[in-house]
């Protein structure tokens, strides 16, 4: 199907001129909200629930926070690639053994990384906080190029569905354009036709994260 972007990009301009009203100090992220009918999408079954990345066409501000796991060649080159933060192997099971320390680094961190030796003990220490959050790290050799990674992750959100029918996604920052907000809005709602779903659409909004929800026509 081809979305009309003309449309979407006007709802974008819309909530960016309601958001602007507001006084606040910091920069507003553009938010969708992807809802369907509950009728056709019963999220007491398992299959029916979204939980996938997707990358997006245009960069977010700020990018996406990843950590990596690992020492060595792999550290240096993930610090080179621009990870925010780099976990040692030592330092592994010692986040693990404390449920504060190891729950603050999943709810910190977007994505995460590791080296292939490391994710033994990621998986024993780590496994309870990240696992069920979507967020046990791809493995990678040490020699690996990180950088497209790192680069890839950057501009990628998590679409999540949890206890309604509604996918929400960060999908811009009013640093952006509107046409490259409605171009990461176009792409989130392909991915929604990939899964056959553009049938049971109830509601597509967008807005600013201080800003009303502005209905978005497709």
């Known amino acids: 199907m081809s979305f009309n972007i003309e449309s ?21 992220s553009f938010d969708i909200a992807v809802s369907f009918r509950k009728k056709e999408m019963d999220v007491t079954k398992p299959e029916n629930r979204i939980n996938q ?4 066409p245009n960069a977010l501000f700020p990018p996406a926070k990843v950590c990596a796991f690992g020492d060595g060649d792999f550290a240096m080159n993930a610090k080179a690639a621009g990870v925010e933060h780099v976990v040692s192997k030592e330092d592994i099971p ?27 003990l990621v998986g024993r220490y ?3 906080a990240l696992g069920p959050r979507g967020k046990m790290p791809r493995p990678f050799p040490p020699q690996a190029d990180l950088g497209p990674v790192v680069s890839q992750y950057q501009r990628t959100v998590r679409l999540k569905m949890k206890n309604t029918p509604t996918v929400h996604a960060k999908v811009g920052h ?32 967008v807005k600013l994260t201080m800003g009303p929800p502005v209905p978005v026509s497709i």
């Not at 979407?8 to 507003?28: D, H, L, N, Y």
């Not at 990345?53 to 997006?56: I, K, N």
């Open 8 to 28: 979407i990009e006007a709802s974008v301009a819309e909530a960016r001129s309601k958001g602007k009203k507001r006084k606040i100090k910091f920069k507003q």
């Open 53 to 56: 990345e997707l990358v997006l």
């Open 94 to 120: 010692k986040i693990g053994e404390e449920k504060k320390e190891r729950k603050s680094l999943a709810k910190t961190y977007d994505f995460f990384i590791a080296s292939v030796d490391s994710m033994p």
């Open 126 to 128: 780590l496994g309870q």
């Open 174 to 205: 009013e640093t952006m354009s509107d046409k490259e907000v409605a171009d990461n809005i176009v792409a989130v709602l392909n991915f929604v036709e990939s899964k056959e779903l553009l049938g049971k659409l109830s509601s597509i909004v």
